[in-house]
């Protein structure tokens, strides 16, 4: 079965400073991989997708992640942070065979500090 | 706009009540899907469905019903059987045709158990 993995519960950088936050998926195929955002209280939208290709993809927002299928991660980095960035982060991973649905990790809350 | 809508936005129910979660959406998606949200443990699937009159079990059906009698509209009831039924539950929708991925979410229902 699909899993993620978000190992990182909170996270706090200082606004202007570098980001990254670290997925890891347990699947046997070629997943489907996103990064979506949440801000309190709403639903989710979508930062960025790999479906395959180019490893490292860009997103929205100023986002990019990067496919490492030897580490089986797909981490979301951004390379200065705003204080608009603070919001909780899902992993997710989906294929083909297990339908039109994804598996969401458990989310990293990322706190911004001036 | 285009998009989903979710109500109420904050519900409260006595134990032993039944209570029926709305989700309509005017994207004109043939997928559409419910979540339910605990803090730390990201999102769970409950039903989803692809088509009208069609629907599949996710993870965390036990509990739960919906129905899909027409394309933009796909309620969820939680049974008074739902053990646990304090959360926030969101609605998504999809796209027809190939995966993509991008899952259209409102902004969630918070059911709170008196």
């Known amino acids: 079965a699909q899993s993620v993995t978000q190992p990182d519960i909170h996270i706090t950088v200082s606004e202007g400073a570098s980001l990254e936050l670290r997925c890891n998926y347990s699947?046997?195929?070629?997943?489907?991989l996103f990064w979506y955002v949440q801000s309190p209280g709403q639903g989710l939208q979508l930062l960025l997708k790999?479906?395959?290709?180019?490893?490292l993809v860009q997103g929205i927002k100023g986002f990019e992640a990067e496919f490492k299928r030897s580490q089986s991660s797909f981490n979301l980095r951004k390379p200065s942070v705003h204080w608009s960035d603070a919001a909780e982060y899902f992993c997710?991973?989906?294929?083909?065979?297990?339908?039109?649905?994804?598996?969401f990790g458990a989310g990293t809350i990322l706190r911004v500090k001036s | 706009d285009g998009g989903i809508t979710q109500s109420p936005k904050y519900l409260f129910r006595k134990e032993g009540q039944n209570v029926t979660l709305s989700c309509e959406q005017n994207?004109?998606?043939?997928?559409m899907y419910w979540y339910r949200q605990d803090p730390g443990q990201g999102l769970r699937l409950i039903y989803y469905?692809?088509?009208?009159?069609?629907?599949q079990k996710g993870d965390i059906a036990e509990g739960y019903s919906v129905s899909r009698e027409k394309k933009e509209s796909f309620p969820l009831t939680v049974t008074s059987a739902q053990k646990n039924p304090t959360a926030f539950y969101l609605c998504?929708?999809?796209?027809?045709?190939?995966?993509?991925?991008?899952?259209?979410f409102g902004e969630g229902s918070r059911l709170t158990v008196l």
């Open positions: 998504a929708s999809s796209a027809s045709g190939a995966f993509t991925g991008e899952l259209f």
């Open positions: 469905s692809q088509i009208v009159n069609d629907f």
């Open positions: 994207l004109n998606h043939d997928a």
């Open positions: 997710a991973v989906g294929a083909l065979e297990y339908g039109n649905k994804l598996v």
């Open positions: 699947y046997g195929a070629t997943p489907y």
């Open positions: 790999y479906f395959s290709g180019d490893t």
